[in-house]
């Protein structure tokens, strides 16, 4: 009979990230059998992520986090893990130390406190470093069931995806893990309508934040942010697509078509989000005059390694429409990319261009569903936009 002693076994299994600061960033994964074979979900409030590379290797278990090139890599002994949360594309590749128990399902405290303060709302956010400097606007919106706590922050370059944790007496801890952000919030009232927090991030990431609770709280609209300088009113690149072919706006493919040209990176959640929403819109839509390019800003300045981290999102995400290699991720090389764009902010940037080739919109970043009633919010927007471009003779 198989030992189960060095496997995955099905069920609840609660992760702790061990942050630098002291601090833990918990998140639960849950393992199943399909087909035979053991795979990972990733949960964050509503959200599940597919985790299904999974391989032994000597005594260790590696665990490929879903299109991101990032990996958990475990020792499994029973019902515990112990090893190492590995992020191979930032500039230098770090790991961050975690510890999981099977069996276990609250993200953080058992049997917290009763809660003895309101989160519940829409907050007016100011983010920092530790020093209060390189301060910016957030919109944070928490739904509160008792200790339960969901919600999100949004900025004007994105959101911060799913967020999901709990009160405990008068504290707020929300947790995420996507397989690429590791994030943890944490916040205690400063008055009837004010908090103050922390926010840690991976390995040793840390920014405080200063909220007021306003109902109105807004941030500048996302079609206000990027748009074309003076004396552009059409964009034009030419850039290599994932078989090192030569592709450009001007070609016989995309004349006379609807074009939405979607600034992104395998690496980035908030792509992956909007990606999630693009690829089916084009698989409805695209026998009626649209075309989608995806211009990938990736981590690597090597074309093979970038056109490999592309290949794996368009396979795992089912993407139909054209990727090309554009360039590395640095926001400042992007706006270098596209010179008729005033800047570049944030990865997505998404840009629509009607019929005639004139660039009609935009929008910087992405509100994804984790955000509510704002994606729901872009969904109505562009539903709205592309039914009249693609109206157009």
């Not at 190492?84 to 405290?109: I, L, M, Q, S």
Request: aromatic share 10%.
């Amino acid at each position: 009979m198989t030992s189960t002693k060095n496997t995955i076994q099905p069920g609840t299994w609660r992760v702790s990230l061990q942050h630098a600061e002291g601090k833990e960033i918990p998140f639960i994964m849950e393992a199943e059998e399909q087909n035979g074979k053991t795979v990972l979900y990733l949960v964050n409030g509503e959200e599940r992520i597919l985790v299904d590379d999974i391989e032994q290797q000597g005594d260790s278990v590696k665990i490929g986090l879903h299109i991101f090139d990032a990996d958990l890599i475990a020792k499994v002994d029973g019902g515990k893990m112990a090893g190492r949360f590995v992020k191979n594309d930032t500039a230098t590749p770090y790991a961050v130390p975690f510890t999981a128990e099977h069996g276990r399902e609250n993200r953080f405290a058992a049997n917290p406190a009763p809660a003895a303060y309101d989160f519940d709302g829409k907050w007016e956010v100011v983010f920092s470093d530790k020093e209060g400097n390189n301060s910016y606007k957030a919109v944070g919106v928490f739904e509160q069931q008792e200790n339960h706590v969901t919600g999100t922050f949004l900025t004007e370059t994105g959101d911060y995806r799913y967020l999901e944790g709990q009160v405990d007496g008068s504290e707020l801890k929300l947790s995420t893990f996507d397989g690429n952000h590791a994030y943890l919030f944490t916040a205690t009232p400063t008055g009837d309508n004010t908090l103050s927090g922390g926010f840690y991030a991976g390995m040793n990431g840390y920014e405080q934040w200063a909220a007021k609770r306003n109902p109105h709280a807004e941030l500048a609209s996302a079609d206000s942010l990027t748009f074309l300088k003076p004396g552009f009113e059409t964009l034009s690149f030419t850039f290599p697509n994932l078989e090192g072919e030569q592709v450009s706006l001007s070609d016989d493919k995309y004349k006379g078509k609807v074009v939405v040209v979607q600034l992104l990176g395998s690496w980035c959640p908030n792509c992956m989000d909007e990606t999630n929403f693009l690829a089916p819109y084009y698989d409805k839509n695209k026998d009626r005059g649209l075309e989608i390019i995806g211009l990938g800003f990736e981590r690597s300045p090597e074309f093979d390694k970038a056109a490999a981290r592309l290949q794996k999102m368009k396979d795992r995400m089912d993407v139909n429409y054209d990727l090309l290699v554009a360039g590395i991720s640095d926001k400042e090389a992007a706006a270098k990319a596209l010179p008729a764009l005033n800047h570049v902010l944030s990865f997505p940037t998404t840009i629509f261009i009607g019929r005639d080739g004139k660039v009609r919109k935009v929008h910087t970043g992405f509100s994804g569903p984790g955000t509510g009633k704002y994606y729901e919010e872009f969904v109505a927007d562009f539903n709205k936009i592309m039914e009249e471009l693609l109206a157009e003779k």
